[in-house]
């Protein structure tokens, strides 16, 4: 993917934001390129043109990743248990989250103290999604939150409401490094350091997202019994929905046992896309 500006990023998320809405209202019918371009008010050869930018793949191709049965199809055909040995080793095809993150995680004590103490830098960087707020340490990054549903005052509200006791500096220039491995521009993926700082049951949690390759999915109750919680479906659906640093940590891959997407803490169409774009990334 191509270096855009931030006004270029937001634009083209908005964009796919509203092709996801128009496609889930067609009930599996396939509109063509001409009738897609028409109503987001572009010539069929600019549309195309975008959209395959963002994508990496054709609007016709993209289609059958956005329609209403996506989630269900991706359970049925790329459901990952967690229990299989070799899902350890993050390795495949797709070159965004296919990468060895390196993680390290807040002392229990610690947490417990509200980030007293703590000095997090953050600033605004530009993704596939729109705006991303992206927030860390000296350890890694510890906050990942996007703007285009929520609004730019609410992400920052909610990313630093979970550390109410941190000192939190805006410093981009020092982040940047850790914004572009979270979102390289050049197609090479790189080594994220993240620094999980929550409770020690949404940490575990956190840790099973990891284990979920990129296009595919998993369920709350898989992950409930992956972290030796069983009937705990809601508690690990809560942890899910608490995960600070999405994308990296996929929780936008955990879907309700039904086959239904369940919620997203930052908007359900950032969830869509994001599930697409992986899936395109993987076909």
């Given at each position: 993917m191509t270096a855009m500006t931030q006004i270029e990023t937001g634009y083209h998320y908005d964009l796919m934001r509203r092709a996801i809405e128009r496609l889930d209202g067609t009930d599996g019918r396939e509109l063509t390129l001409e009738e897609i371009?028409?109503?987001?008010?572009?010539?069929?050869a600019h549309f195309q043109r975008i959209f395959s930018r963002w994508a990496g793949v054709s609007p016709k191709r993209y289609q059958q990743w956005l329609r209403l049965d996506h989630a269900k199809a991706l359970l049925a055909t790329r459901h990952t248990t967690l229990?299989?040995?070799?899902?350890?080793?993050?390795?495949?095809?797709?070159?965004?989250?296919?990468?060895?993150?390196?993680?390290?995680?807040?002392?229990?004590?610690?947490?417990?103290?509200?980030?007293?103490?703590?000095e997090i830098a953050w600033g605004w960087f530009d993704s596939p999604f729109g705006p991303v707020l992206v927030m860390g340490t000296e350890r890694g990054?510890?906050?990942?939150?996007f703007a285009a549903e929520a609004g730019s005052a609410a992400t920052m509200a909610d990313l630093r409401s979970r550390w109410p006791d941190a000192t939190f500096v805006e410093d981009r220039a020092r982040l940047a490094p850790l914004a572009e491995a979270?979102?390289?521009?050049d197609g090479q993926a790189a080594t994220p350091k993240l620094f999980l700082i929550g409770a020690p049951f949404q940490i575990k949690v956190w840790e099973a997202l990891l284990?979920?390759?990129?296009?595919?999915?998993?369920?709350?109750?898989?992950?409930?019994?992956?972290?030796?919680?069983?009937?705990?479906v809601r508690a690990v659906g809560s942890a899910v929905g608490r995960n600070p640093i999405s994308w990296l940590i996929p929780c936008h891959r955990a879907l309700r046992k039904s086959g239904g997407l369940g919620g997203y803490h930052w908007g359900l169409p950032v969830k869509r896309a994001m599930l697409a774009w992986e899936a395109a990334e993987t076909a």
């Open positions: 371009a028409a109503e987001m008010h572009m010539s069929p229990e299989t040995a070799d899902l350890v080793g993050l390795s495949g095809g797709g070159r965004l989250h296919d990468l060895f993150v390196r993680w390290e995680a807040m002392s229990p004590g610690d947490y417990a103290k509200g980030g007293a103490g703590l990054i510890c906050g990942i939150g979270a979102f390289p521009t284990h979920v390759p990129t296009g595919h999915v998993t369920t709350y109750s898989d992950i409930a019994r992956l972290i030796g919680h069983p009937k705990a």
